[in-house]
Structures are given as C-alpha cells and as structure tokens.
C-alpha cells in the first residue's frame, strides 16, 4: 500500500511541475519575453494548456474576477499541497 501511495505522490508532484512550466511559460508570453508564435513554444504551451486546463477551469468559475490577474494556479497549488500532506499522514493509517 505504500508503493501506491508514493505513486500517487509523485504524480501530484510531477504535476505540480507542469503547473509551474504552465505558469512560467504563460508570463514569459504575457510580457513578450518569447515569441507565442514560434512553433516551440506554441506546442508546448498547447501542451501544457490542456494538461492544466482541466483542473483550472472550475477554480477559475468559483473565484471573483480579478482582472488580468489569475490566481487559479495559486489556488491548485495550494490544493495539491494539501492533498500531498493528507496522503501522507492518513495514507500509511489506512495501510495499516
């Protein structure tokens, strides 16, 4: 049951990872640091929009509006931190 549970772990990590590059890559765009027109970056930041966007969505539909400024990221974040710590700490109970 442990091995499951690191698992799990390590995907919400690696997601997190994703939502990080999303984030980075979003305001090097938004403050013409890189080219959005370059294919590069316009695949990978298709890529990345349609990993994150799911999970973006609804947050994004409960928060007040807030302008230009997106605070979603920063809401799954905090999620995924939560979910990680609770894993941790009722996961190994279950098990045993």
Known sequence: MLSVIRVI???????SYVLLAYVILSLL???GVVNY???FVNGLFEVLQKLTEPLLKPIRRLLPD?????LS???LFLIIYLLRNLL?????????
Do not use: H, K, Q, V
């Not at 807030?66 to 997106?70: R, V, Y």
């Not at 941790?88 to 045993?96: D, Q």
């Open 9 to 15: 772990d390590l995907i919400l990590e690696l997601y």
């Open 29 to 31: 765009i938004a403050f």
């Open 37 to 39: 027109y370059n294919r």
């Open 66 to 70: 807030t302008g230009s400024l997106d």
């Open 73 to 75: 990221p920063l809401i």
């Open 88 to 96: 941790w700490e009722y996961g190994p109970r279950l098990a045993a």
